[in-house]
């Protein structure tokens, strides 16, 4: 099992400012994933954070205004940048079991953007 | 492509009674986990139970079981003896073993009356 820790958990954002997410887990994980939820709505897949390596991200979302830091096994953090109205949502970070398949989940940050 | 469909968006049930949530998924791979994932109001994803489609028997977690019908790709999760609760979103997800990725239905939303 894995424990996550993310924050902050809620924060009201001006339009055009960015946001840092942070997400700390107590052990080391190869992959670590962020994803986006909107209200009411399931969960979209961001990004894959892998260490030491570039993140890989979907469809649909680019590194220039979700961009990814993964200093190390146990860290991430999400930028999300200039934000505007639309990017209002919960932001996830997930990681996983590679044996059993089971997905641990932070707290979630609830972002709005005003 | 794997496709996760949940069609009811919402349900209600009364405490104590049983209520069944339907997940039908589409795929072309053999090797894969269902699982149920409850989202209470507060926000933290967490399991509420797994199958592995190699397996026949239905998984069994307490009040919580599983109707796994592989050949109609079908994943309902039932709750027996409803309690406060479980009130919650439920999201079903469909994970390939070896690879990263998640793929969320759109969630049931659960409510649990007194």
């Known amino acids: 099992s894995a424990v996550i820790s993310q924050k902050p958990s809620r924060d009201i954002c001006q339009r055009g400012t960015s946001l840092t997410i942070q997400c700390q887990v107590d052990s080391q994980v190869t992959m670590m994933f962020w994803y986006r939820q909107q209200p009411g709505q399931s969960l979209t897949l961001i990004a894959t954070a892998n260490q030491g390596s570039e993140a890989t991200y979907e469809s649909g979302f680019v590194i220039d205004k979700f961009p990814i830091s993964r200093p190390n096994l146990t860290f991430s953090t999400l930028t999300v940048s200039n934000m505007s109205p639309e990017d209002s949502s919960i932001y996830l970070c997930?990681?996983?079991?590679?044996?059993?398949?089971?997905?641990?989940f932070g707290q979630g940050t609830r972002l709005t953007v005003v | 492509a794997q496709t996760v469909t949940q069609s009811q968006p919402e349900m209600s049930v009364q405490e104590a009674e049983t209520v069944t949530l339907s997940c039908t998924y589409d795929?072309?791979?053999?090797?894969?986990?269902l699982f149920w994932y409850k989202q209470p109001p507060s926000r933290q994803m967490i399991l509420v139970i797994r199958?592995?489609?190699?397996?026949?028997q239905n998984a069994t977690e307490n009040r919580f079981s599983v109707n796994f019908q592989k050949a109609a790709k079908s994943f309902s999760l039932k709750i027996s003896d409803s309690q406060l609760g479980d009130t919650a979103m439920y999201f079903c997800a469909f994970w390939v073993r070896g690879t990263y990725k998640y793929i969320f239905g759109t969630g049931t939303r659960l409510k649990v009356l007194a």
């Open positions: 997930s990681v996983a079991g590679t044996s059993t398949g089971e997905a641990f």
């Open positions: 795929t072309s791979e053999s090797n894969y986990y």
């Open positions: 199958q592995e489609a190699y397996k026949q």
